[in-house]
């Protein structure tokens, strides 16, 4: 299934134009939780830039799957995640709207 990956933080939109191919929804996952992780990078200063913005991954129709937030409480429990990857599941900081992306 081909997924697009979109920034967003309400009054803008950053398209992913090209997406990527991936066997389920679950790589789409581990997928947009490595882009979360290196967008925020390791320091505070360049998560600070994403704080209000969050990660929306939409189908090639349009359809928003899930979105992961990039601002504060999410973003320390997503990096308590990629921390311990094997102890936690990744869908405790994932949402899954049911909107379709214009």
Known sequence: MQCYFHLANGRQQIPDPDGIEVADLDQAREHALEAVKEACGEDEAAASRWLGW?????????????????????????????????????????????????
Do not use: K, M, W, Y
Request: with cysteine.
């Open 54 to 102: 969050r990660l929306e991954v939409a189908d090639a129709g349009g359809v928003v799957l899930f979105s992961i937030s990039l601002s504060g409480s999410a973003l320390n429990c997503l990096t308590r995640i990629l921390a311990r990857p094997l102890e936690l599941d990744p869908r405790q900081v994932i949402s899954s709207p049911s909107r379709v992306v214009h």
